[in-house]
């Protein structure tokens, strides 16, 4: 006698034949090398990057912004709601198990009943007590039930890699706006001292009115420069005002509860980093993977939507007993079994256009994909490009600075000895003042490009699974 398999045993073979998602690919061609010249290197970053920038206040308003970041909490939350639905996804798997126990009294106030109702005037109070224990299974022919769960789990390591996106965003902004903060509270010292210079030229200006070796013309073109200084001040003031306010914003707290110390911006030191190979950048930032997976989701997405189309068959077994009086309530056991084949005929082409919308959104997320990747490299590239930049204009502009402040010098020497007219003087306070706010804002600059190099390269994020 040949031996017969069952429905159940059929069917969970033919479930566990079902192809299992893909990782997606991109058919993104990631360069050789960069671009800007730079010393190839395949050293991991830090993922405490901040660190190398020498700034003690920084690691701490770092840590406060993980703590306190209302955004980095959300994404938190993300991550707890796309586990739940894993677990929710993954819930259909194994069968549904359900335990029920009922009773029930019905009585008849009145009259002599009527054939609906146990109850009548002979015997006007039933009781009835039954429970159950039944189990039911959807088996998984087309694979579409573990496809959904792929999709949530998927989804989870999206949310994740949301999180550590985030985190970065969030990270790199404290770091950008603290040395935007700082910067500008040199760019307000500079300002005080050159407004003293000028207020120190305006007095010797005077003093040679009132002695009548200088023209009304000199002294009020002093007085110009010293009004213009005096605006310009402010102005700076208020600017690093507001860059303090979006640094409490960021931190999660209102500007009044942030307390700043009066580091240096000299304090600050650009670290070398290492850029690595572009292939490196795909399993580095935690952006790419996200897209990546998503796009996997929404390929398991597909599946969950094709095998919508097809029939699908539920198994149900129940094991109950009831009675009328509660102490018999076992005495009568029985058990049901059930098959039930369910085939879609008809849906006004729903079914078709839910696989139709999964198919493009799996297309719009390749696409999204192919994006992120080129997006990050062009991320490493202009980071590069600014450094590289950056580094040849501050060598000149060095060179500038000194030269600029030896030219004033000189020119308010020759002025007080008289060998000299007030406007080389006046033009010399303003190249001056100039080359100090641009020494200033280049280093500012310098700054950011490292921190928006550690931010494109993924701030040393990667994950163990790739």
Known sequence: ?????????????????????????????????????????????????WTQF??????????????????LAAAVARV???????????????????????????????????????????????????????????????????????????????????RATVELTLLSGVASTYAQTLSLREQARIAALNLGNAQSVLQLVQTRYDAGSTT?????????????????????????QEALISLAALLGRPVQQLSVSQEAFDRLQWPQISS?????????RPDIARVEAQLAAAEADVKVARAAMLPNLTLTAQLGSGADQFDQLLRSPFYNLTAGLVAPIFNNGRLSAERDKASARQQELLENYRGTIINGFA????????IRGLDAQRQWQSEELNQA???????????????????????????????????????????????????ALGGGWQTASR
């Open 1 to 49: 006698m040949k031996p017969r398999l069952s429905l159940l045993t059929v069917c969970l073979l033919l479930s566990a034949c079902a192809n299992p998602v893909q990782r997606p690919d991109s058919g993104v061609q990631a360069p050789a090398t960069w671009q800007s010249p730079q010393a190839a290197s395949v050293a991991r970053i830090d993922p405490q990057w």
């Open 54 to 71: 020498g700034s003690p206040e920084l690691d701490r308003l770092i840590e406060q912004a993980r703590l306190s970041s209302f955004d």
């Open 80 to 162: 707890r709601q796309a586990q739940a639905s894993t677990v929710i996804a993954g819930g259909s798997q194994l069968p549904e198990v359900k335990a029920g126990f009922n009773a029930n009294r019905q009585k008849l106030l009145r009259g002599s009943g009527y054939s609906q109702l146990d109850a009548d005037s002979s015997n006007q109070a039933v009781d009835y007590f039954d429970t159950s224990l039944s189990a039911s299974y959807e088996v998984d022919f087309w694979g579409g039930k573990r496809a959904s769960r792929d999709s949530a789990q998927f989804a989870l390591q999206a949310s994740e890699f949301d």
């Open 216 to 240: 009304a013309l000199e002294l009020a073109q002093q007085k110009s420069l010293v009004a213009a200084q005096q605006r310009q001040l402010p102005l700076v003031q208020q600017q690093a």
């Open 276 to 284: 690595g190979v572009p292939s490196d950048l795909l399993s580095r």
């Open 379 to 386: 991320d490493v590239e202009k980071a590069l490009n600014s």
């Open 405 to 455: 402040q030896t030219a004033f010098d000189i020119a308010q020497s020759r002025y007080q000895a008289g060998a000299e007219d007030l406007l080389t003087v006046l033009e010399t306070q303003r190249t001056l003042y100039a080359a100090q706010d641009l020494n200033v804002q280049l280093r500012l600059s310098r700054l950011q490009a490292s921190i928006a190099l550690y931010k």
